[in-house]
């Protein structure tokens, strides 16, 4: 069977399957068997279907997905959003419009900790939203800031998205994806607070009294253990001192003693976590399971050989090629997490960017830079939807606010693509790139 007729059967059962409101990890897996049934005898399609989703999750940098889940979910409850906001009100509270600046660097601190968009949304835009609303602000307008701001979390480290990237990609090495992810990170905040001024000068919206040295360094000093958090894990990876699924053991270990020092843990809270973690990481390890499956048949018909074929003979310019790549990755986000949608569209177009000549390093801060994206955007944004419970406002309201954060972010993932510096000058000067 050649490449376009697996190809048909695959996407076409999983989209129709996706369409009825079938789970993606049960969509994946039922197109990956049709699939594989067309070429093969039933009794081998259906070992080597289960064979591959075993495989897939077989993987011990897999057991740093559950833990920073864990931790995730510990820093929750665990009282380190208030101190983080505090914090994020201290650098921020001089500029027009304070609380929206406040509410994108407390995304970009308790994201990079959490690793979760979701949790940093509704942690960081719960403990902003009845300040903004005594203030004064546009329901709308905050929640659009809080919902451009949650994704920086899943590019600053430590992200379980680069980890689910290093074991679809091939053992790309997770220090060196962890350091490529600060400038983008950095730089997506930087982009959502000089959208955000603008609309706040505008509106004249408040700033806060410089505070004194005094008061700056005790908020500082509040905040330092859950910031260690940090040079504890990625530092500890990136020296070398331990695996990734070692730093996630710190991490939980860490977070767990913080929030028993911060008194903000309970016995009762704990099982309600680890219910929750169980739950999330049940979805996640059957999505990479089921999306194993996938990547095999994909790989047998030779589906990412096709399209790297065929996208190179539509196109002989590089330029147009990650054009087109990015505005796939931009639509691909609209409707699926990012989690499946790394998984699926990995072995897509890893190979096309490779054969481009972009290191794989570069190619996944793209790719999940574009997911990030795709978490703001409807109809199957979950930051987005998140967001707007948390701040009391209809989607209607919001999305139009978000439209000048959607083009400046556009605008930033072109240049993430096209100026691999930008992604790859940290890990370079490390000497993390092998």
Known sequence: MDALTAAVVLFSTFFVLLVLGVPISVGLGVASFLTALVFLPREDATYVVGQSMNVGIESFSLLAVPLFIFAGNIMNNGGI???????????????????AHTNVVGNMLFGSLSGSAVASAAAIGGTLHERQKEEGYDPGFGAAVNIA???????????????????????VSVSALFMAGYVPGILMG????????????????????????????????????????????VGGIVAGVFTATEGAGAAVLYCFVLSLIYRSLTWADLRQIMTRTVVATGVVMFLISASSAMSWVMAYSGIPAAITDALLS?????????????????????????????????????????????????????????????????????????ATGVSEVTIEQVVPKLVPYFVGLVLLLLAITYIPALSLGIPQWMGLLG
């Open 190 to 233: 930087l982009v959502v607070m000089g959208v955000a001024y603008v609309f706040t000068r505008r509106h004249r919206y408040p700033t806060y009294d410089r505070v004194t040295a005094g008061q700056a360094a005790k908020v500082f000093l509040q905040a330092v253990p859950s910031l260690l958090l940090i040079l504890v894990v």
């Open 314 to 386: 539509v196109a002989d310019s590089r330029f147009l090629i990650l054009l087109l790549m990015v505005i796939v990755l931009l639509v691909v986000g609209t409707f699926m997490d990012i989690t499946p949608a790394i998984l699926i569209f990995t072995p897509i177009f890893l190979p096309i960017a490779t054969e481009l000549g972009m290191h794989p390093v570069h190619f996944g801060m793209v790719l999940i830079l574009a997911m990030c994206i795709g978490t703001m955007t409807p109809p199957v944004g979950s930051v987005l939807f998140v």
């Open 149 to 171: 701001s949650a994704s920086t979390g899943l590019l600053i480290p430590p992200t379980t998205a680069a980890i689910v990237y290093s074991t679809v990609a091939g053992g």
């Open 81 to 99: 959003a208030r101190r983080l906001v505090d914090l994020a009100l201290v650098l921020a509270g001089r500029v027009p419009g304070a609380l």
